[in-house]
């Protein structure tokens, strides 16, 4: 008397199809669901592209900042995806995406922190574009550190 199902197996031919069955529907899954799926194509405006990629990714209309012929963000450490009139320069109108815009959403304030950077600073702080950008073309303003100053901190010998 047979007490389980199991007790002869599930045929191979059975449990393979399973498999493959699986792994299809997961990774069709997988690939529709991200921003421009397998081709990496029409990501829309706001979201991150890569500017090293050999096309632009982003949708029609849009370019990946920080690629070769386009103008990067100003204080913004990351690329997104963002409108260009038909001379390459960026769209900066009251409806673009803040991520788009000087700044993008908080990038200034990264850089501020990440390093000091004097022109990222007073933007974060709210300083005027043209007032941030004085201060960061000026890399003088704050003073390197001599060689010998650590011996005269005490890490020398």
Do not use: W
């Amino acid at each position: 008397m047979k007490t389980s199902m199991f007790e002869k197996g599930i045929p191979m031919l059975a449990r393979a199809r399973t498999l493959v069955g699986a792994l299809f529907a997961v990774l069709s899954l997988a690939g529709a669901g991200c921003e421009g799926g397998f081709t990496d194509t029409g990501v829309s405006e706001g979201n991150r592209c890569n500017p090293l990629d050999s096309h632009n990714e982003c949708g029609s209309g849009l370019a990946c900042t920080g690629q070769a012929s386009t103008p990067m963000v100003a204080f913004c450490p990351e690329n997104y995806c963002c409108p260009v009139d038909s001379s390459g320069n960026l769209v900066t109108t009251a409806g673009t995406n803040a991520f788009c815009l000087p700044g993008c959403a908080g990038g200034a304030a990264s850089i501020c922190k990440a390093n000091s950077d004097p022109g990222a600073c007073a933007f974060a702080g709210g300083a005027s574009l043209e007032a941030a950008m004085a201060l960061d073309a000026d890399a003088g303003t704050t003073p390197m550190p001599t060689p010998d100053a650590a011996e005269t901190e005490g890490g020398g010998d």
